[in-house]
Every structure is written in structure tokens, then in C-alpha cells.
């Protein structure tokens, strides 16, 4: 054994066995229970970062404590492959998406293999090759067929200057991030998935998934948004037309003063009249320019236009205009808001701005609103006023008489609304998974025959980022012929939105090899659901609600049985380091800095707050970097360390050195102990002295800790620190000659607790201690309760509260014998001598409390 800890040498050892001996590799097995371990699978953006490592940590601690006591463990990885990232690049350096990525995933592969992650390597997959999107578009075509996949028109951002649609994310302060002109909004055709279809099983899902923090399950909630109301037609003045509203205040409406469309609305052309029309128009194309969340902020100054229509109230009469409203949104209800100033804030702000009518309808109890004074809306309960026959009720009973009254007379029904819209999967883009559609202009659009598939999205084609995706201008893929009729034809140029890959990986994975479906249903039947997902909490919404959609899907197209895809989620906190900066060179990367001093000018540094670490702040740190000067192991010690998985991490270089230190303590304590311990015999509890009892009390007890703390709980910072507790006392052992036995137990403790920590250390330690086998093939520790049970305990001892002395006790002594130690202490005596004893309170196992007077 080496005399001093060399962690670049070792890990490299270990991680070329590793590769070569293939220990990860999984099949189903019935005989053994499963664990479905998944962290979300990273886009190959060229490296890993930080926040990689300490993801990819937490999830390689629970897979290897796992296989330890004895699941058989399925651990994944592979590659969201497809997605603007690429084009941006390819743009930006003159390469090929398609090289781009591949180069890319080379590199993070060597990368996470040299973190020593234990990963089944034999099932990687990568959503840009044309085995896995084949499936995908298969799904589409299925989903086409029942009616689950359909096409309309949508508005999208849109550059005049590059002639593209352009993502939110490229959409900076409404203007194209690459040329800096003017976003517009464009209406296009586009494809869509039926997610509303599911919208009730999503949200009522949410109910039984406990395994889920809550938080996340909220914004779920939320984001489906279920609101129970009622569906109103208000009639058009002089027209056979009518607007249909949604509300959940049907007992506001008699309130209701005037009309908001939204500007998309199929009637705001046809409601506008002649003499409104240049005032419209501007309006329209104003609006066009702003993006739907801008639009629906709070801090968004809401505007709008009248149209010079009017509409009926269906329980009054009221003839009210309709205005269009830079606020109100064709994608939520009906794109139609009956407007009730008196009672919703926005409509109060809205018409005191355009001087519009305020009618009280419902009062508060105990009070008397007046419009004319009114300063803001009234939103809360009370009593209906103002309105005909329903004067008089509370406004929740108000709710359904209204309603009931709507109905009775054709004008209305009780209806159940949903946030949520349906997913528009349509990217202009070119790195992407083809949709697979041909149209024809006598046939229309039609579906590719499945014995076609996959339609591979071509390589050989020139990428330059202007006009477009260069799919429109490709012949040789644009030119085909019609399934149907046999004519010319073309093929559709949009790809799917790259959240549809990421939507069924984790199912593929479990057969991901298997050519005759999307899966292989007696695999995901053994593997899913996936037992424990990890991820960061930005995907609550989108990805997670896509993955439990695209599940469900499968479920009802016969493919799948699971009706949810993961059992159990973890969102872990980011990474997070100071920022530093120079007054004239901005921020600085840490090798920029020298002493304090900005390395280019001399200026001094100056450090600004912890935030996540991103490349555009230079609070960054490369792993490369950092395993090259400390170690994978010392990595991920750090990582795992420094925070609860679930909190941020605040990166402490201080900190990375202590871990190191600590794991070359360990190193020397192995060391140092071997010639005492290499030819130990099974420890003789009955021949133990008191010292070499507590050692081993101590080891146990570290044991349940470490347990308890890894499973399900994710407590591996205490885990660890309990571990760090264990070598303070076996380095403390005051005579280790003389219990070899109890050292040989305590150091292999140590050895094998961190293993799922710091894998490449334990091993080698492992094998020094004279095993021939693996740790891999070893089972986790299991404590020893009769070891757990202390002999004597040390009992704290206050006088009045102040503590005065410590009595050891045996650990059955009950509490007579417990009080006449405390008294006897020497220390105590001091304080009681002389003074009236009032009461003595002892707490068993704790401490006594002497009350003097």
C-alpha cells in the first residue's frame, strides 16, 4: 500500500477496470427486488459543470447504496441531443449541428466516466438518432389517428430581418437576440398535442403522488389551473352574433359594464367598425409586438381600444361596449372577458383609464361601497346588491341561482375551465425530430405510412441560421410523393418541440435496444415507474407535466400499463458562488484574479453576491479543473457535503481543501493501522474492555446513522459527517494494540460507509485490507442493536438551571440512584453545600436539575 494518497493515479486504475469489467450492466431479474435510479439526462452542451456533478452525485450515492443491499439497480444516461443550443452554436463557430453535438457528447461521456459514475453504459441513447425519434414519430401518427395530434393556427415570435420563428428564450426585451430587430407576433400554422384531453387525470394525479415535494405539485396545480364557473353568451347589438365569456363570478354579471376581447379574436375584425378602424388597427398591430407573458404581468400597463360595438348583458339588458384589451389572451377561457370593474382590480384600473362605468354589485358586510369613491376593487364575499331577483343573497349562493337562471334560458351552462392549453409542438427549426406529414394538394395533409419511418432528418445540408430552417429549401427532402394518390408532393419542414424526446426516454431506457416498438412492454412492466427521479426544480412544470402526459398516452395506445412515470422526485438546489469583478474589465473568472487584483489592470476586486454559477457572471468553476487538482472523489466529498441535496450549495474553496483533507486522513488512517489490523480476528464482545465497547458502540451507531440518512431521506451531508465523527474516535482509541479486532471493524466501517460517496478510494482501500472481491459485490452494513446499547451514560447536572457537573451512571440506574450520584459530584457539592435543597428534577438519559433556595 502506498504510503501517500495519489487520487489521480487511483481513480484512473479503477475507472479503466470499471470500463473493462462492465460491473453496472443490468437485465430484469426476478429474483432480486428492482430500483429505477434516473437523474434527468443532461443536453450535451460540451462540458459538464458543477451543477452536473452535484446532480449526478446524488443520484450515484443511491444507486451504489442500493445495489448494496441487494436491488438490482438500473442506472442510466444518455443525451437530450436535439434543440437550439446546436443551431445557436453552429451558427456562432461555422459547424454542423450534427458535429457540433456529437464532438459534445464524446466529451461530457469521458467526463462523467472520469467522475467515476456508475452508469449502465450499455443503454445510452441520444433522442438525435434516427433508432429513437423513429418511435416518436410513430407515437405522433398513433395520436393523429385519434385525433390526439391536430393542426391550426397560433401566433409565434417572429424576426422580418431573419425570417424566423424565434423561441421566448431568444426573444430579448422584443427584440431578436441575433440581429437585434423588432419581434412581432405571427400567425402560422401549427401542430399541437391534446393535453387538455388529460387535464383532469393530471391534476387529480396530484393527490396521489406523494413521493413528490409538494411545491412542485403546486405549481402543477396551478399550472393545469381548474376553475369552476359558467359559460355566458352575451348577444351583439343589432347583429345575430354573440360573445361567449367564461367567469367564475357568474354573481357579478349584473356589475358587468363592458366587454374585452382579445385582439386575436375571431370577432374583433368583424366587430370593428369603420369609424374605429385606423384606431383598431394600431392597436392590433401594437400588440402584435408583445409576447403572451409580458402581457399578462401584473406590472404590464394594460390598454385598449374600443371597437364600436356593443353587446347585451343577458340579465339586464345593458347595452355595453367592447373594447379589444392588451391583456386579455385568445389562448385562456374563451379570449373574452366580461368586464365587472367594481369587483376585479384589473378591470377597475382598466376602466377608470377610459372612463368607464363602476357598478357595485356585491357589498361586504358591514360596510357600504360606493363606486364614485372607490379606489379599488372589492373582491372578497359579501351580500348581492343591484341585481334584480338575487338581491339580498350571499354572493356564493348567488354563484349557482345566477347560473341556474343562464341555463333556464338558453344564455349560459355551468362549465369547468383549465389554464392549461394544448402543447404546440411545431418548431421552425432545423435540429430537430422531423414531423412525419406529407401534403398534397388534392389529398391534404397525410400521415407517413409507419413502413416509411423513420423520416431521418438529413445531415448533408448547409446551416447558416438566415431564413429560416434550411429543411424548406432542401428539394431532395421537401420533394416526395403522396402516400395516398402517388402525386407530387411535400414533405412538412417543421420539427417537434425538443420537450417531445424528453417526454418517454426514461421508458426507453428500459429496453433501448429493442426494433419492433418504442419499448418492449414486458421491460417496462419490470423496470417502471422510475422508483427515485432527480432533477432540477425548473422543470416542475413543462418537462415533468409533458412526461406524465406522454405516459399516459403510451398507457391508452396499448403500449405501456403505468399511469405515472415517476414514483419519487427530488429537486435539487443549485450551485452558487460569488460573483467577482473588475470596475473596468466587468466581471472575472477566479484564474483572472491575483491577490485581490484584477490580473490585467491591477484595479482591485470587487465581490458581489453568491448567485448561480453561469459562464456570462465567470463564477464558474471547471470539474476538469478541479479533479486535476484534487480528485473525482474530493469532487463529489464536496458536493455532497456541503448542503442538503435539496438547498443550495454555496461553493467554499476552503471547503474542497477540507474534504481533500479529510480523504487523505482517511488514507493515512488505514495506513497507519494496517499492521495492527491485517490478521484481526471476529470481534469477542464478551472479552471487550470498556473502551473497545464504546469504540464499538460508536461504529454502529454511525452505521444506523448513514443508513437512515441515505435512504429516502438524502441526508448525506450528516451521513458523512457522522462518518468523519467515526475516524476522530477511532483515531482518539486510546489503546488500539489491544482490541485489534474492534479497529479492523471500525476502519472497514469507515471504508465501506463512504463507498457510495467516494467510490475510487474505498476500493483501493478495500483491496489493500486484504479483499480480493469488489465492495460492488458486497452487501451494505447492517448495525448491531445490542451494540447500541451504552453500559454507562454521562449525565449532565445544573444547579438552577446553570450547569454545574457531568456524573457517569450505569445505563439501567433508574432515577433514585441517578439524584444521589448528581448530589454526590464533587463539583455540584460545591454549589449546594449550606443551601436548601427544594427539588431535584431528573430527566432519564438526560441531565438533573438541582433547585436550590
Known amino acids: 500500500m502506498q504510503e501517500r494518497y495519489n487520487p489521480l493515479e487511483i481513480e484512473k486504475a479503477w475507472q479503466e477496470r470499471w470500463s473493462s469489467s462492465q460491473p453496472w450492466k443490468v437485465s430484469e431479474d426476478h429474483d432480486k427486488p428492482k430500483y429505477y435510479l434516473l437523474e434527468m439526462f443532461p443536453y450535451p452542451s460540451g462540458r459538464i459543470h458543477m451543477g452536473h456533478v452535484r446532480n449526478y452525485s446524488i443520484g450515484d450515492v443511491v444507486a451504489r447504496f442500493k445495489r448494496l443491499q441487494g436491488f438490482n439497480v438500473l442506472h442510466p444516461m444518455g443525451w437530450d441531443a436535439f434543440g437550439m443550443p446546436a443551431e445557436n452554436a453552429a451558427i456562432q463557430h461555422g459547424t454542423h449541428p450534427a458535429v457540433w453535438t456529437r464532438e459534445n457528447i464524446a466529451n461530457m461521456r469521458t467526463q462523467l466516466k472520469r467522475m467515476g459514475f456508475s452508469y449502465d453504459w450499455d443503454r445510452e441513447l441520444a433522442t438525435c438518432d434516427a433508432d429513437y425519434y423513429r418511435w416518436e414519430q410513430l407515437i405522433f401518427l398513433k395520436m393523429l389517428e385519434k385525433g390526439l395530434a391536430y393542426k391550426k393556427s397560433a401566433a409565434v415570435n417572429w424576426c422580418p430581418e431573419c425570417e424566423t420563428v424565434l423561441a421566448n428564450e431568444q426573444v430579448e426585451e422584443e427584440c431578436c437576440w441575433r440581429c437585434d430587430n423588432k419581434v412581432v407576433q405571427k400567425e402560422l400554422d401549427q401542430w399541437f398535442f391534446k393535453i387538455t384531453h388529460y387535464a383532469e387525470e393530471l391534476l387529480d394525479e396530484t393527490d396521489r403522488m406523494p413521493g413528490w415535494p409538494e411545491s412542485v405539485l403546486t405549481m402543477q396545480r396551478n399550472w393545469i389551473g381548474r376553475s369552476t364557473g359558467c359559460e355566458i353568451d352575451f348577444s351583439v347589438y343589432g347583429s345575430k352574433q354573440k360573445i361567449r365569456v367564461f367567469t367564475t363570478r357568474p354573481d357579478t354579471l349584473f356589475g358587468a359594464t363592458f366587454m374585452s376581447l382579445a385582439p386575436e379574436h375571431p370577432l374583433a375584425k368583424s366587430l370593428t367598425t369603420s369609424d374605429h378602424l385606423r384606431e383598431v388597427e394600431a392597436f392590433v398591430s401594437k400588440v402584435q409586438s408583445v409576447d403572451h407573458a409580458q402581457r399578462t404581468s401584473d406590472d404590464y400597463e394594460k390598454e385598449g381600444v374600443f371597437t364600436g360595438s356593443y353587446c347585451i348583458n343577458p340579465v339586464n339588458g345593458a347595452k355595453i361596449p367592447v373594447y379589444l384589451g392588451n391583456f386579455v389572451l385568445m389562448g385562456y377561457g374563451t379570449g373574452a372577458v366580461m368586464a365587472v370593474p367594481a369587483h376585479d382590480q384589473r378591470d377597475f384600473e382598466f376602466a377608470r383609464k377610459y372612463e368607464l362605468p363602476v357598478q357595485v354589485v356585491i357589498q361586504p358586510e358591514g360596510e357600504t361601497l360606493e363606486a364614485a369613491s372607490m379606489t379599488e376593487a372589492w373582491v372578497g364575499q359579501g351580500r348581492m346588491v343591484n341585481s334584480g331577483v338575487f338581491d339580498g343573497l350571499d354572493n356564493e349562493t348567488g354563484k349557482i341561482k345566477v347560473t341556474e337562471f343562464l341555463e333556464n334560458r338558453g344564455a349560459g351552462e355551468s362549465s369547468i375551465n383549465y389554464r392549461i392549453r394544448d402543447w404546440l409542438v411545431s418548431r421552425q427549426r432545423y435540429w430537430g425530430t422531423p414531423i412525419p406529414v406529407i401534403y398534397?394538394?388534392?389529398?391534404?395533409?397525410?400521415?407517413?405510412?409507419?413502413?416509411?419511418?423513420?423520416?431521418?432528418?438529413?445531415?448533408?445540408?448547409?446551416?447558416?441560421?438566415?431564413?429560416?430552417?434550411?429543411?424548406?429549401?432542401?428539394?431532395?427532402?421537401?420533394?416526395?410523393?403522396?402516400?395516398?394518390?402517388?402525386?407530387?408532393?411535400?414533405?412538412?419542414?417543421?420539427?417537434?418541440?425538443?420537450?417531445?424526446?424528453?417526454?418517454?426516454?426514461?421508458?426507453?431506457?428500459?429496453?433501448?435496444?429493442?426494433?419492433?416498438?418504442?419499448?418492449?412492454?414486458?421491460?417496462?412492466?419490470?423496470?417502471?415507474?422510475?422508483?427515485?427521479?432527480?432533477?432540477?426544480?425548473?422543470?416542475?412544470?413543462?418537462?415533468?407535466?409533458?412526461?406524465?402526459?406522454?405516459?399516459?398516452?403510451?398507457?391508452?395506445?396499448?403500449?405501456?400499463?403505468?399511469?405515472?412515470?415517476?414514483?419519487?422526485?427530488?429537486?435539487?438546489?443549485?450551485?452558487?458562488?460569488?460573483?467577482?469583478?473588475?470596475?473596468?474589465?466587468?466581471?472575472?473568472?477566479?484564474?483572472?484574479?491575483?491577490?485581490?487584483?484584477?490580473?490585467?489592470?491591477?484595479?482591485?476586486?470587487?465581490?458581489?453576491?453568491?448567485?448561480?454559477?453561469?459562464?456570462?457572471?465567470?463564477?464558474?468553476?471547471?470539474?476538469?479543473?478541479?479533479?486535476?487538482?484534487?480528485?473525482?472523489?474530493?469532487?463529489?466529498?464536496?458536493?455532497?457535503?456541503?448542503?442538503?441535496?435539496?438547498?443550495?450549495?454555496?461553493?467554499?474553496?476552503?471547503?474542497?481543501?477540507?474534504?481533500?483533507?479529510?480523504?487523505?486522513?482517511?488514507?493515512?488512517?488505514?495506513?497507519?493501522?494496517?499492521?495492527?489490523?491485517?490478521?484481526?480476528?471476529?470481534?469477542?464482545?464478551?472479552?471487550?474492555?470498556?473502551?473497545?465497547?464504546?469504540?464499538?458502540?460508536?461504529?454502529?451507531?454511525?452505521?444506523?446513522?448513514?443508513?437512515?440518512?441515505?435512504?429516502?431521506?438524502?441526508?448525506?451531508?450528516?451521513?458523512?459527517?457522522?462518518?468523519?465523527?467515526?475516524?476522530?474516535?477511532?483515531?482518539?482509541?486510546?489503546?488500539?494494540?489491544?482490541?485489534?479486532?474492534?479497529?479492523?471493524?471500525?476502519?472497514?466501517?469507515?471504508?465501506?460507509?463512504?463507498?457510495?460517496?467516494?467510490?475510487?478510494?474505498?476500493?483501493?482501500?478495500?483491496?489493500?485490507?486484504?479483499?480480493?472481491?469488489?465492495?460492488?459485490?458486497?452487501?451494505?452494513?447492517?448495525?448491531?442493536?445490542?451494540?447500541?446499547?451504552?453500559?454507562?451514560?454521562?449525565?449532565?447536572?445544573?444547579?438552577?438551571?446553570?450547569?454545574?457537573?457531568?456524573?457517569?451512571?450505569?445505563?439501567?440506574?433508574?432515577?433514585?440512584?441517578?439524584?444521589?450520584?448528581?448530589?454526590?459530584?464533587?463539583?455540584?457539592?460545591?454549589?449546594?453545600?449550606?443551601?436548601?435543597?427544594?427539588?431535584?428534577?431528573?430527566?432519564?438519559?438526560?441531565?438533573?436539575?438541582?433547585?436550590?433556595?
Open 440 to 853: 398534397c394538394d388534392d389529398c391534404g395533409a397525410v400521415p407517413v405510412p409507419e413502413q416509411d419511418l423513420p423520416v431521418e432528418l438529413p445531415t448533408d445540408i448547409e446551416f447558416s441560421g438566415a431564413g429560416g430552417s434550411p429543411l424548406a429549401g432542401l428539394e431532395s427532402f421537401v420533394n416526395t410523393h403522396c402516400p395516398k394518390c402517388g402525386k407530387a408532393a411535400r414533405r412538412e419542414t417543421d420539427t417537434f418541440d425538443t420537450f417531445v424526446e424528453s417526454s418517454w426516454y426514461f421508458m426507453r431506457y428500459a429496453s433501448p435496444k429493442f426494433n419492433l416498438a418504442p419499448v418492449d412492454r414486458e421491460a417496462v412492466n419490470y423496470w417502471l415507474p422510475v422508483d427515485q427521479y432527480i432533477g432540477g426544480v425548473e422543470h416542475a412544470v413543462m418537462h415533468l407535466l409533458y412526461a406524465r402526459f406522454w405516459t399516459k398516452i403510451m398507457r391508452d395506445l396499448g403500449m405501456v400499463s403505468l399511469d405515472e412515470p415517476f414514483e419519487n422526485l427530488l429537486t435539487q438546489g443549485m450551485v452558487c458562488m460569488e460573483t467577482k469583478s473588475c470596475p473596468k474589465h466587468g466581471w472575472l473568472y477566479p484564474e483572472e484574479i491575483d491577490n485581490g487584483l484584477c490580473s490585467r489592470c491591477q484595479n482591485t476586486v470587487v465581490s458581489g453576491r453568491n448567485e448561480k454559477m453561469s459562464k456570462s457572471k465567470k463564477n464558474v468553476i471547471d470539474p476538469d479543473g478541479l479533479i486535476n487538482r484534487f480528485g473525482a472523489d474530493t469532487a463529489r466529498l464536496f458536493t455532497l457535503f456541503a448542503s442538503p441535496p435539496e438547498k443550495d450549495l454555496e461553493w467554499n474553496e476552503q471547503g474542497v481543501e477540507g474534504c481533500s483533507r479529510f480523504l487523505n486522513r482517511v488514507w493515512r488512517l488505514v495506513y497507519e493501522n494496517l499492521p495492527i489490523i491485517k490478521d484481526a480476528d471476529q470481534v469477542n464482545v464478551e472479552q471487550l474492555l470498556p473502551a473497545a465497547r464504546e469504540l464499538r458502540r460508536q461504529v454502529h451507531r454511525t452505521i444506523k446513522k448513514v443508513t437512515e440518512d441515505i435512504d429516502g431521506s438524502f441526508h448525506f451531508n450528516t451521513a458523512i459527517a457522522a462518518v468523519m465523527e467515526l475516524v476522530n474516535s477511532i483515531s482518539a482509541f486510546p489503546d488500539k494494540q489491544s482490541a485489534p479486532e474492534v479497529m479492523r471493524e471500525a476502519v472497514e466501517s469507515v471504508v465501506r460507509l463512504l463507498s457510495p460517496f467516494v467510490p475510487h478510494i474505498a476500493e483501493e482501500l478495500w483491496q489493500n485490507l486484504g479483499y480480493d472481491d469488489s465492495l460492488e459485490h458486497s452487501r451494505w452494513l447492517v448495525w448491531d442493536e445490542n451494540a447500541l446499547s451504552a453500559e454507562t451514560l454521562l449525565i449532565v447536572v445544573q444547579v438552577n438551571g446553570k450547569v454545574r457537573g457531568k456524573v457517569t451512571v450505569p445505563a439501567d440506574a433508574d432515577k433514585g440512584a441517578i439524584e444521589a450520584a448528581a448530589l454526590a459530584d464533587a463539583n455540584v457539592a460545591r454549589f449546594t453545600e449550606g443551601k436548601n435543597v427544594r427539588k431535584v428534577i431528573v430527566v432519564p438519559g438526560r441531565l438533573v436539575n438541582v433547585v436550590i433556595g
